[in-house]
């Protein structure tokens, strides 16, 4: 995150904080020159601070500094899954009465509608955040070890052309066994499915939608109203999304697991987050990936395979596009995360940290950033635009990641959403685990989030 330390009333000698993840503390130097090369003033001091990796930690953090009333850090990095609220608490700077025209304007003709919406007002429409990066996860792969197996990644053109779930568990599963299964590699599949934020916004919303399946309903419901929509997890696409991913932990002949899936992993996909199920893949005992495409640059330097033989692809689908029970679902299907810069409204220094908000908006500074980290430009035409040899790692992925920004799908933010999520997360959670059966998880779901909507 990007953050202003210790600015205490109008004391110009400190600098301004952004409080932000440790990738970005590791390429502090290029990413605040960069700022500077797009014009922004050298006599503002600027500290990239860390903030923890973990995105429900995280917001707890900012949530008690700003309860607390504090002024550091000056600017905050936040998920766009969870800016909304504080949106709407009315704890952040209103960038619409502050912005530059000419800055304001960009935001809202040229960057990423969806990542837009996140950052912005649900009824007023008034921008809060400036998009820092989009984030869509692929299915990252061994494409050596899928070769060997027998299959042709590039001439079934794989890196935009998605398969189904049902091709892809098989595929995975004979790719695994080829290989000597878990006695040569401890997975031929890693995810993330711990009790926690990035199973209810992502690793879940996006298989259930790719399922034809929702939360509430069709996607116009997606940021609300509260109160208004329906509630649609105790359904058949839902229900088939938990027995498949027990297939596969367990494989097909276990408790309430679909038993035409093969298995392709462990038990060990309830316990992982992002780094956990990274570290099987970036070690080489994983085949097959699902993750951000923060996993690139560090697969670049340490992967313990050669990296030339890191592909990806689009994330699989359960029913064809345009064929799930609810607008907006079916196809293939990728969480939309990404991260917004807002600022602290007991900031000291507000013009400050305004100019270097609006140096973020810079093009060279995106793709300094997408180079340094690979963070995606949240103004998809410079992402179109850029040189594959001038983005260092990611650019051989930039087909895959163009379908993946095609086909995002946001989690369901609204003021309640902070409750809802751990209520979803657990109750997948323990269908996972088999603690419950998905009838009964999805049930009880249903009832509290029924209850949450009434407030």
């Not at 899954?81 to 912005?99: A, C, D, M, S």
């Not at 300094?368 to 990611?394: C, H, K, R, W």
Request: negative net charge.
């Amino acid at each position: 995150m990007v953050g202003v330390a210790g600015c205490l009333g109008d004391d110009e000698d400190q600098p301004i904080e952004i409080t932000m993840d440790g990738e970005w503390v590791g390429i502090e130097d290029e990413v605040i020159q960069s700022l500077y090369d797009a014009g922004l003033d050298e006599s503002i001091e600027v500290e990239i601070l860390p903030g923890d990796f973990e995105t429900g930690e995280r917001r707890a953090d900012f949530t008690s500094a700003l309860d607390a009333g504090r002024s550091s850090p000056d600017i905050f990095m936040m998920d766009s899954g969870w800016t909304i609220p504080f949106i709407i608490r009315e704890q952040l700077v209103n960038l619409e009465e502050e912005l530059s025209d000419e800055t304001l304007n960009t935001i809202h003709s040229d960057y990423l509608p969806a990542a837009v919406d996140t950052a912005s007002h649900p009824e007023t429409g008034d921008l809060y955040g400036v998009p820092l990066f989009p984030d869509y996860p692929m299915m990252h792969y061994r494409k050596d070890l899928v070769e060997e197996a027998g299959y042709d990644p590039e001439g079934e053109n794989w890196a935009t052309e998605p398969m189904s779930w049902q091709e892809f568990a098989e595929m995975a599963a004979d790719v695994w066994e080829y290989h000597g299964g878990e006695a040569e590699f401890d997975y031929a599949f890693t995810t993330q499915g711990d009790n926690y934020e990035g199973t209810s916004c992502c690793t879940f919303n996006e298989m259930m939608t790719s399922m034809g399946g929702a939360y509430f309903g069709d996607h116009e419901n997606l940021f609300g109203p509260v109160g208004e929509r329906p509630i649609t997890v105790n359904e058949e696409p839902v229900l088939d999304t938990i027995r498949m991913m027990r297939s596969f932990m367990h494989g097909p002949d276990a408790d309430n697991a679909d038993p035409d899936i093969p298995q392709i992993s462990t038990s060990d996909l309830v316990e992982f987050t992002e780094e956990p199920s990274r570290e099987p893949f970036t070690g080489g005992n994983a085949i097959f990936h699902r993750n951000w495409p923060y996993v690139i640059p560090i697969n670049a330097e340490d992967a313990a395979f050669d990296f030339e033989d890191h592909a990806a692809m689009p994330l699989p689908y359960g029913v064809e596009a345009g064929q799930g029970s609810y607008d907006g679902t079916g196809g293939t299907a990728h969480a939309l995360g990404g991260w917004h810069l807002t600022v602290n409204p007991e900031t000291g220094r507000l013009d400050e940290a305004l100019q270097v908000l609006e140096a973020f908006v810079d093009e060279d500074v995106m793709l300094s950033n997408f180079e340094l980290g690979g963070y995606i430009p949240p103004n998809p035409s410079v992402t179109e635009q850029a040189d594959p040899d001038a983005v260092g790692p990611m650019g051989r992925f930039l087909e895959t990641l163009a379908v993946a920004g095609e086909n995002t799908v946001p989690r369901p933010v609204t003021a309640v959403w902070p409750e809802q999520s751990p209520e979803i997360s657990s109750e997948i959670h323990d269908a996972y685990q088999g603690d419950k059966t998905p009838e009964e998880a999805m049930a009880d779901l249903e009832e509290s989030l029924a209850t949450t909507e009434e407030g």
